[in-house]
């Protein structure tokens, strides 16, 4: 990452070793706690070197250390835009009886500058039933926007555990959901840049880029996960190019 030019990355999205004891082959975590806090810091300021101005950076984490990001974040000038919880109902991590089982992540959303990228989020509203009847704010009429509501800072998208995500997931021991990953790629960055992902993994950043028509550069150190992200992309490659097929096909000759 030090080879690359300040400032030319509109997006980051980092999802970095957590700190708990995750296997990642090269990086083991269980081997990296005593220095898990200084790397973090070093590859952050590398990281913010990279971002442009208008630039946007998401870094996922875990209850228990995200504190310590989020403050070298502050401490290093990025501006804190929202911590997002990431919550989900399937796959929650279980601490036994005498605790509370974890069903979120924490997601941090910074910026360089506040001039940052950003595409409004919709989701749809939660009850179609008042949205029938005329609805009255501050005496004046209120429309319903057709495409729904702002979002919140709690975002609702499943773990790919269980069989509903069987041809999503590969063999990686935390693959980031596709859906969350191009909700970050489509609203945080504009059409045609190249999103920086530091810790590639399967790929799944990278994947969201090619889909919602960005580039991507990203680094991993173990070649299993490596290879796992070409072939992740080559599909995604693939069946953009068959769309842009489908699509030549129905235009006039
Ligand atoms: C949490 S995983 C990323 C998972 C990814 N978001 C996905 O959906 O597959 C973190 C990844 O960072 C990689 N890693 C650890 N240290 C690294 C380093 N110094 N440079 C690049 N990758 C690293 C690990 O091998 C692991 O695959």
């Not at 030319?8 to 999802?15: G, Q």
């Not at 790629?185 to 969201?208: I, M, Q, R, Y």
Request: hydrophobic share 35%.
């Amino acid at each position: 990452m030090k080879s690359l030019a300040p400032g030319s990355f509109n997006l980051i999205v980092a999802d970095p070793p957590y700190n708990l004891n995750k296997d990642f082959g090269p990086w083991k975590e269980t081997e990296r706690k005593a220095e898990w806090r200084d790397w973090t810091r070093a590859w952050l300021e590398e990281a913010k070197h990279l971002l442009s101005d208008e630039g946007n950076i998401f870094v996922y984490g875990i209850h228990h250390h995200i504190c310590w990001v989020q403050c070298m974040m502050l401490e290093m000038g990025l501006i804190y835009r929202r911590q997002i919880i990431w919550h989900y109902e399937n796959g929650f991590a279980g601490y036994g009886k005498r605790s509370l089982n974890a069903t979120y992540e924490p997601l941090l959303w910074f910026s360089k500058t506040d001039r940052y990228i950003y595409t409004p989020i919709r989701e749809p509203y939660k009850s179609q039933e008042r949205l029938k009847h005329k609805i009255i704010k501050n005496g004046k009429v209120w429309e319903p926007n057709p495409e729904g509501r702002m979002a919140g800072d709690i975002w609702s998208f499943p773990t790919l555990a269980g069989r509903r995500f069987r041809d999503e997931k590969v063999k990686h021991p935390t693959q980031k959901p596709l859906s969350i990953s191009r909700r970050i790629v489509k609203h945080f960055s504009n059409p045609g840049d190249t999103v920086l992902v530091p810790f590639t993994g399967s790929g799944s950043e990278c994947v969201a880029a090619v889909m919602e028509g960005r580039t991507y550069l990203g680094f991993e150190l173990n070649s299993d996960y490596i290879d796992m992200a070409r072939e992740r992309i080559i599909d995604a490659l693939d069946s953009n190019s068959s769309e842009q097929a489908d699509l030549a096909s129905t235009l006039p000759v």
